[in-house]
């Protein structure tokens, strides 16, 4: 212990939180406890039902609101008490460090163990150990500077002018605008979900059409919008006979909606286009879905283009402290508009967790710690569900980077559990199942 005491002189004395299962760790550490093991008192102890429940909104919140360390832990894999839950922790875990990588975090902060109840002396060491790195790692400043920020200064203006251009819609190909006029004249469809042109705006968006006469307004998809953002619940609950103009980035994205049971395939007729908006062919979401990966470039993560994996990489080779320089000056921008949320095809929760204020776990202020938070949540809620579409980053007003988080998760998905997002309609999501086998090599 006598390292620990020459630190205590320097006055440091480091916070650490520990996230525990009840049945296995916090077992441990009683027996610890018990057996009268010493080890140094700056962990506070948190115990949760199971490992599984460890949301990553705890971890965020300890460093944010001054953690120097935070220990997470649960029972041995095999040994859940529900069976599963460590597991899938594992896989939500394995996520997160990747994103918090490319994030500049400090992962040297984080540290991930299996302790079962019979490990008093696991438990211990695991502790005196994890103390002594924090305090040799010293205070985590950078964090807790970039938390205490609350200022929010606009983006620089020439990013703000790029995203206000105004640009003049294209009219839909002729042999779309017959399929679909077709379509409902047969009463194939009841409403088809396209992009409509607004002369008076400048703008075309996605809008439904209800009628062959409405079709008039019909335009040629736009680059960087996504019209299944507007392929909400009551939509899909009420109407049976609904028809998408699909891209391969739409068609991906209604792909995982059918993975979410937030859809019924043969409820979807989908007019397909090729990536350039030509139109190929007319089917249903069922016999038309499985084709997803062969749509985009041989060798590309779906719907990620090769040019933000190659910045990603680029990026990946800068130090730690200057990507976390660079998410610090970039998310000061945010303005918590949300219009990221709002053009996401596969954000469509009733209710978003951020607007939840009972209890309030997501600090929603357009400061340092809210905007951060954001960038972590926003990225992570979509780990192995964003189809890499970039609606998100173009709708952005304060032009964050963000599609280099959502490929970070999309590699962290293919590399570790080769996983693809909105390839595969019939099997579950990646973060709703979990493998045994899944890697384990960060978790002590
Ligand atoms: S997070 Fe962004 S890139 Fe991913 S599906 Fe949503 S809008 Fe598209
Ligand atoms: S769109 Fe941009 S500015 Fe608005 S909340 Fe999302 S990241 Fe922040």
Not at 175 to 189: D, G, N, P, R, Y
């Amino acid at each position: 212990m006598d390292w620990y005491k020459d630190m205590a002189e320097e006055n440091f004395q480091p916070k650490i939180v520990a996230f525990v299962c009840r049945w296995c760790t916090y077992t441990g550490a009683d027996l610890a406890g018990m057996s009268r093991l010493q080890y140094p008192p700056n962990t506070k102890v948190i115990m949760l039902p199971c490992s599984g429940r460890i949301d990553i909104n705890f971890v965020l919140r300890a460093f944010m609101q001054g953690a120097d360390g935070v220990l997470v832990s649960g029972c041995h894999p095999g040994d859940c008490h529900y069976n599963e839950g460590n597991y899938r922790a594992r896989r939500r875990w394995t996520l997160l460090r990747d994103l918090l990588d490319t994030l500049g975090f400090d992962l040297r902060r984080l540290k991930l163990a299996w302790i079962s109840a019979a490990e008093g002396n696991k438990w211990a060491q695991t502790v005196t150990d994890f103390t002594k790195e924090i305090t040799e790692l010293g205070p985590y400043t950078e964090l807790h500077e970039l938390c205490d920020c609350v200022e929010s200064p606009l983006a620089p203006e020439a990013a703000i002018a790029a995203k206000m251009a105004f640009t003049e819609a294209k009219p839909a190909e002729d042999a779309l605008l017959k399929t679909v006029q077709q379509a409902f004249s047969e009463e194939k469809v009841a409403k088809v979900l396209g992009w409509r042109s607004r002369p008076t705006l400048k703008r075309t968006s996605p809008d439904w059409f209800e009628s062959a006469e409405e079709l008039k307004d019909l335009a040629a998809p736009p680059a960087g919008v996504n019209v299944v953002r507007l392929c909400d619940e009551p939509v899909l609950a009420n109407e049976p006979k609904l028809g998408v103009i699909a891209r391969p980035r739409e068609l991906a994205s209604l792909n995982v909606l059918t993975q979410e049971h937030a859809l019924n395939p043969e409820q979807v007729t989908v007019f397909e286009l090729d990536a350039d908006g030509k139109y190929l062919r007319t089917g249903t979401l069922r016999e038309l879905s499985g084709e997803v990966a062969q749509k985009f470039p041989e060798g590309q993560v779906v719907g990620h283009s090769a040019e933000t994996m190659q910045k990603l990489a680029e990026f990946m080779q800068k130090p730690r402290a200057e990507r976390f320089a660079f998410w610090k000056e970039v998310s000061q921008h945010c303005l918590h508009c949300y219009a990221c949320r709002q053009a996401c095809p596969i954000c469509h929760c009733k209710k978003c967790y951020v607007d939840k204020n009972q209890p309030q776990w997501f600090p929603t202020a357009a400061d340092g710690m809210g905007n951060f938070s954001w960038l972590i949540v926003r990225a992570f809620h979509l780990a192995g569900r964003c189809i890499g579409c970039g609606a998100c980053q173009t709708a952005c007003p304060a032009d964050i980077p963000l599609n280099m988080l959502n490929a970070t998760l999309a590699k962290s998905a293919l590399d570790n559990f080769s996983y693809q997002a909105g390839v595969n309609p019939e099997v579950p999501p990646l973060q709703a199942d979990f493998s045994q086998k899944d890697q384990e090599t960060f978790i002590i």
